[in-house]
C-alpha cells in the first residue's frame, strides 16, 4: 500500500501530531481499504479494521468516532491519492493532449493497484452521498483546470466547459474499470488510445 498523505481524519482534534501518530493513521487507512473493499461498508466491522492494520481497538478511537467517519475519510484519502498519481506524472511542463494521456495514466496505474477503489467508491454513494459527490466534482474541476490552461496557450478548442471535463472523466472511469481493475492491461496503451480519442475531438484546428 501507498505512504501518501492521509485524509484528514473525522474530526481537527483527533489530527495526529506525531510521526508515529501519522503512521497508525495510514496503518488504519489502509486497512479499512481492504475491509471494506473485500466485504463491503455493512459488513465491514471496526475490529476487522484494526485486526488488518495491526493496531489496538482504543488506536482506532483515537482518530475516528465510528465506521462511518473511517469510511469518509477513506474516500477522501482515496480521491487524494488518485490526485497524487496523476500530478506525479506531470511534474514536466506538457502540451494539453499530453497532460491527459499521462494523468489518465497515472490514474490507471493506481486503479490496478487499488482495484478496491471502485467498490469504495460505489458504496459511498450510499454510505455518504456527499464524499461520492466530492470525489467526482473535484476530479472533474481538476480536468476542467487543465483545459482551461491549454486553451489559453491556444492549445484547445475554445468552446470547452465544464462538460467537456465530465465526459473525459467519465470516459477515464470507465477505461480504469476495465483495463485496470476487471484486466491487467498496458496503461500507456490505454492512454495512448483515450489520447487519440481526445485529440480528434478537443485539439484546436
Known amino acids: 500500500m501507498s505512504t501518501a498523505t492521509p485524509a484528514p481524519p473525522a474530526a481537527a482534534d483527533k489530527v495526529p501530531r506525531t510521526e508515529r501518530g501519522r503512521q497508525t493513521l495510514r496503518k488504519l487507512l489502509n486497512a479499512a481499504e481492504i475491509e471494506f473493499g473485500e466485504k463491503g461498508f455493512h459488513e465491514a466491522s471496526i475490529n476487522g479494521i484494526t485486526t488488518r492494520a495491526g493496531t ?10 465510528s465506521k462511518e467517519a473511517i469510511f469518509r ?14 500530478r506525479q506524472r506531470q511534474e514536466e511542463p506538457r502540451p494539453a493532449l499530453e497532460q491527459e ?3 489518465l495514466t497515472g490514474f490507471l496505474r493506481f486503479a490496478a493497484t487499488h482495484k478496491e ?9 450510499f454510505v455518504d452521498p456527499e464524499s461520492y459527490r466530492e470525489h467526482y466534482r473535484s476530479t472533474a474541476r481538476r480536468i476542467l483546470d487543465r483545459l482551461e490552461a491549454g486553451i489559453a496557450r491556444g492549445e484547445l478548442r ?4 465544464e462538460a467537456h471535463a465530465w465526459a473525459i472523466m467519465g470516459m477515464n472511469v470507465f ?16 492512454a495512448a488510445v483515450a489520447a487519440d480519442i481526445l485529440g480528434r475531438g478537443i485539439a484546436k484546428a
Open 56 to 65: 489496538a481497538l482504543g488506536s482506532f478511537y483515537t482518530y475516528f468516532d
Open 73 to 86: 475519510a477513506l474516500v477522501g484519502d482515496l480521491s487524494a491519492r488518485v490526485r497524487e498519481a496523476a
Open 101 to 103: 494521456r499521462v494523468a
Open 117 to 125: 477503489i471502485y467498490q469504495i467508491i460505489d458504496e459511498a454513494k
Open 158 to 161: 475554445e468552446d470547452l466547459e
Open 175 to 190: 477505461l480504469g474499470m476495465r483495463y485496470a481493475v476487471w484486466d491487467d492491461e498496458d496503461p500507456d496503451r490505454v
